[in-house]
């Protein structure tokens, strides 16, 4: 494969109820996909190269994480701010 299979322009950010939070720690992700902002728990989640082109990307991908809808807040495609493999 000569290509990332990861897009590193976009990011999944799903904000979860304090409500499941005990979920989300058994779901055992990693401490650098895992933050707070503003109280609420939030998950950053890489997206593949190809995602715009999945129907229905964002519930497809909870779904294979193992998170319920209802136990999110808010679920949004956001612009990357990482720069860790940016190309020179």
């Not at 996909?33 to 995602?51: A, D, F, K, M, W």
């Not at 994480?65 to 612009?79: A, C, H, P, S, T």
């Amino acid at each position: 494969m000569d290509k990332s299979p990861w897009n590193m322009e976009k990011i999944l950010k799903l904000t979860i109820s304090n409500n499941f939070n005990k979920n989300i720690e058994e779901l055992e992700f990693s401490n650098h996909s895992i933050s707070r902002e503003e109280g609420q728990l939030t998950l950053l989640l890489n997206v593949p190269y190809n995602y715009f082109e999945l129907d229905g990307f964002e519930l497809k991908a909870i779904e294979l994480l193992g998170i319920d809808k209802n136990w999110l807040i808010d679920m949004k495609l956001e612009n990357s701010n990482c720069t860790h493999q940016s190309t020179k």
